[in-house]
């Protein structure tokens, strides 16, 4: 579970700077809904995805390439990683964030950014949980069930309140479309799992 991977990583690491990266992913992906629904104004959702796809692609490959020449555990794996398991991680990026994006984009054309970052990780845990279960056969307790469920009906709220008509609601529903995680997610590559 994530909760204990980054449990782990506090006390294997400085906790400072981890907290520190912590809050800088949140501030980086909420603001990616602003962005995206500000350059959906100037240009269409297809180009705004390409576009996002090619600064993202150029970022996350030097990232990959300064961390792979570096000595410590996120170097050794990636350094480690067989032919195959980039060929799977590309896939997962491709598709999962391609079909994730272009989605959300479609959707903000009539929606809001405001209904975007409540939707999307509203909705991304239950997906989540389901496709688990279905895919991976892992049991979902009933406490985390009833919390899904509760966020699945703020959604819900979110969905229905002040749709402003049908095509406000359907980009809505195409947003929360966008938020099952890659259908390759569970095939990740074995040297990446944690335990």
């Not at 602003?34 to 150029?58: D, G, K, N």
């Not at 030097?62 to 799977?88: H, I, K, N, S, Y």
């Not at 209904?115 to 985390?144: D, H, M, S, W, Y």
């Not at 609601?169 to 938020?179: D, F, K, Q």
């Amino acid at each position: 579970m994530l909760i204990l991977e980054i449990g782990r990583m506090l006390r294997q690491e400085n906790a400072k700077n981890i907290i520190i990266k912590l809050i800088l992913v949140q501030i980086f992906w909420a603001r990616t809904f602003v962005a995206s629904e500000i350059a959906l104004h100037e240009q269409p959702a297809a180009t705004t995805a390409v576009v996002r796809f090619v600064v993202t692609t150029v970022c996350n490959v030097a990232m990959c390439l300064a961390a792979g020449g570096q000595q410590g555990p996120l170097g050794a794996r990636l350094r480690g990683l067989a032919g195959r398991d980039w060929a799977v991680l590309a896939a997962m990026g491709f598709f999962g964030v391609a079909a994730y994006t272009i989605l959300l984009h479609l959707g903000l054309r009539h929606s809001t950014a405001a209904n975007a970052a409540l939707l999307i990780p509203t909705t991304q845990p239950v997906f989540t949980a389901v496709l688990g279960g279905i895919v991976l056969r892992e049991t979902v307790p009933t406490k985390l069930w009833l919390g899904l469920a509760c966020g699945l009906v703020g959604a819900i709220l979110v969905i229905t309140h002040d749709a402003g008509g049908s095509v406000a609601l359907s980009s809505n529903v195409v947003i929360v479309l966008s938020a099952p995680p890659s259908p390759a997610t569970p095939c990740r590559p074995s040297s990446l799992r944690t335990g």
